[in-house]
């Protein structure tokens, strides 16, 4: 453990994976940790298959580690820390799913990545395999802190004013495991953002946390409280603007105490904190917070600039070559092939170090294959490509799609021509084919209907790269329940399927929006069945089309003609009947 007191998950004997030194890793406390925790979850198995623990007993013990029971099968999910993976972490993680699954994985809106068809009792066997790459699912599940999320592109952003990875860091080690925070009245979320752009939806989730600098210079916390989706959506609430960031444990200390005297624990449909502080108001909630931090300043948890520094050199950047900003080369392929420029277009993103550019895989073919899924083999391609081309490192966006964050310009050509291969090249990041989609009624028992066939049915409507293209950036969001695992309520379109008599259903909203300018869609009308969403979801984007200004995006069109004009359009076909 840290003599500090707030870690239980340390890697300060950091040593870089091969051709890769911007991650966390483990030591032997970790690693010992981590081994107990299997040994002990293989014993409850044991004893649960072998009718010595009830299901109530069991139930418990199996979330601690991950593990769901689902409409078929169990589904374990696997911690993914702020989306950042080795290329042998990855080739483990296709391993797994070649092992014990069907053969692929799903990546999630968390981060993380889940497998919908493990044997319960080959599940010890799993986390064992994870421990050998230093994985593991706890805290996956449960009314504790989850992962942390952040920027796909943290530590490479040009837009960044520091790397969010080191506080993401140090919210990871003082979040697992500890003893306070373990039984909250419901799941909690973090998200660090250190952008111009808010990639990291920090804005919906229960605490946001901008990193920023005051007017002297120094480095500090802007905190955002009380955002999520689910049954009642929220956009979160700035209660503190600059928070020094040596207190940045003592005040998420502050929070999660607030949180867990006042949040609710009889109705778990009103305990979740956006709840707590829409009901005492965003600053009756602050004054609690800020008289609980008052009692904690300057406490045992402080982080001392020497902490920052030891985390900061997990994140040292790679072996960068001293590049170009233009590579000749790199130009003129884009000039000869239109269909390589595109890519580059859509699904690459500006490096700060010149001659250097991260590349977005996309996890959203065309040809009804789920959003997020990756079979084994494509991950193992993926883990070859990380390791040539991007210092065997990658990332996992909230968006469910895979990053080689550190590829030369001039490797491009041949990774996109790698991709390809793998069926992850599709140019439709930002478009309306990158759909976000949880795995709906198809695996999940709290599913009212499927979203990957909807999000199948969409893309077939909408097969034309160019046309595609030329709509601009369209975020089209599925949720299978209210639950809202989707993110339907933040898509410029959000669909979320409805029960009504046993049959499915889907209602639509439109003029949701993530990032700076968050905002929460609002319901059309009544929903659609199943064969009606579809070409519902068509008309409402050829109202666009026929009433954009020039130039004018999907999201700022919604909002200066308001619903109306989609809502008619949606709806005015007799073969449309509207439940």
Sequence with gaps: MQSNGYSHIRTDSYAAFPHQTTMYKYDSLDQTLVDERVTQFRDQTRRFLAGELSEDEFRPLRLMNGLYVQRHAPMLRVAIPYGMLASRQLRMLGHIARKYDRGYGHFSTRQNIQYNWPKLETVPDILADLANVEMHAIQTSGNCVRNTTSDQFAGIAHDELVDPRPYCELIRQWSTF????????RKFKIAVSSSTEDRAATLVHDIGLHIVKNDAGE?????????G????PIIGHIIREFLPREELLNYLDAILRTYNRYGRRDNKYKARIKILVKELTPAK???????EWANLKGGPVVVPEEEFARLESFFTAPAYEQLVACDAGFERKQLDDRGFARWVEQNTFHHKVPGYRAVTLSLKPYGGIPPGDATAEQMEGVADLADRYSFGELRVSHEQNLILA???QSDLYDVWQEAKKLGFATPNIGLLTNIIACPGGDFCSLANARSLPVAAAIQARFEDLDYVHDLGPIDLNISGCINACGHHHVGHIGI???DKDNQEFYQVT???AQGNNASLGKVIGPSFSAEEIAPAVQRIIETFAEKRHEDETFIDTVRRLGLEPFKARAYDKPELKAA
Excluded at 285 to 291: G, I, L, P, R, Y
């Design 406 to 408: 550190d590829v030369k």
């Design 510 to 512: 439109l003029g949701g």
């Design 285 to 291: 909630f602050a004054a609690e917070v800020e008289a």
């Design 229 to 232: 989706l689910g049954r009642t």
């Design 178 to 185: 500890h003893p306070e925070f373990t039984f909250l009245p």
């Design 496 to 498: 979320l399927g409805v």
């Design 219 to 227: 480095v500090g916390v802007r905190v955002i409280v009380g955002g």
